[in-house]
């Protein structure tokens, strides 16, 4: 049987591998969650990534550790996973520049194995059992954007209102709604709770307008409840209706195509056609991770 151990940054993220399975639900393989990491994307991305020191690593170095030594076979007592996939959000900060977040990966990958491994042979060796094994993957512009390709996905988020975003139409990926209800309002006070949902950027926002579906009146603070509604919604998720529209999704239907290559699975990759995002499958020349 093979394991693929899926590194999360996200809350709702936590339930990835019980849905992945949904996908792959054979048993040659198994999904193992490790515990939640602090991701890098939350602020505007530089062209040039940040680098940390070996005391204080930068948070995208320290995923770049985690990813490491997974497949490292001197630092568990178990057999390595078969398969280590990291998954971030982009979030709207850096939907404009993707190839930004995955140079921060692949400088964090370098940086680390040249601070951990005292020779050459050490890192060469490490360097290919990343190659092998680890994957870098991101969801667009977050997580709750693809429960938008699902009404009981939504539903089982705890949603109080009808979704006016048309997934077969609009790529949830670039998701943005025209819900007059939703933009109206004015914006929160800087320095305010309520209403959650009434930020500058929620037009594009997958999770804000998810706030306002499961509290329109803005009164709650979290009407919508990642550890609860998120995690249902993703739990179960109809992965063949969010990938259904072919030239939609690219990145996640990226993660699937990567999964199927990495378990032998085409049949499976078969099943959900269409385009991939090409920063992150298939993989181009000089790949640093088996995808990016």
């Given at each position: 049987m093979k394991r693929v151990a899926l590194l999360v940054t996200g809350k709702t993220e936590e339930?990835?591998?019980?849905?992945?399975?949904?996908?792959?639900?054979?048993?040659g393989v198994t999904f193992v969650m490790r515990p939640p990491r602090e991701g890098f994307t939350s602020t505007p991305l530089l062209e040039t990534?940040?680098?940390?020191?070996?005391?204080?690593?930068?948070?995208?170095?320290?995923?770049?550790?985690?990813l490491v030594a997974e497949v490292d076979p001197g630092r568990r007592d178990e057999e390595p996973p078969d398969l280590v996939v990291l998954v971030d959000d982009l979030e709207l900060y850096n939907v404009e520049w993707p190839e930004r977040a995955i140079e921060y990966i692949r400088t964090a990958v370098s940086t680390h194995v040249d601070?951990?491994?005292?020779?050459?042979?050490?890192?060469?060796?490490?360097?290919?059992?990343?190659r092998a094994r680890c994957s870098f993957h991101l969801l667009c512009p977050m997580v709750e954007a693809y429960f938008y390709a699902e009404g009981a996905a939504l539903d089982r988020a705890d949603a109080k209102r009808a979704?006016?975003?048309?997934?077969?139409?609009?790529?949830?990926?670039?998701?943005?709604?025209a819900d007059p209800d939703f933009l109206t309002h004015?914006?929160?006070?800087?320095?305010g709770d309520l209403p959650p949902w009434a930020t500058p950027d929620r037009a594009c926002h997958p999770k804000r307008y998810l706030q306002f579906l499961?509290?329109?009146?803005?009164?709650?603070?979290?009407?919508?409840?990642?550890t609860e509604g998120g995690r249902a919604a993703l739990r179960e998720l109809d992965w063949p209706a969010v990938l259904a529209p072919s030239t939609h999704v690219r990145f996640i239907r990226s993660l699937i195509h990567d999964l199927a290559d990495a378990l032998d699975e085409p049949a499976i990759a078969a099943q959900f056609p269409g385009d991939t995002h090409p920063a992150t499958w298939p993989p181009c020349a000089g790949n640093l991770l088996r995808n990016v």
């Open positions: 339930v990835l591998h019980q849905s992945l399975k949904r996908v792959f639900p054979g048993e990534p940040l680098r940390g020191t070996e005391d204080k690593p930068t948070a995208a170095e320290k995923l770049a550790q985690a601070r951990r491994y005292s020779s050459e042979t050490a890192r060469q060796r490490a360097l290919s059992r990343v979704s006016m975003f048309e997934a077969k139409l609009v790529d949830a990926e670039s998701f943005e709604v004015p914006d929160r006070p800087k320095k499961c509290d329109p009146t803005g009164k709650e603070k979290r009407a919508y409840k990642e």
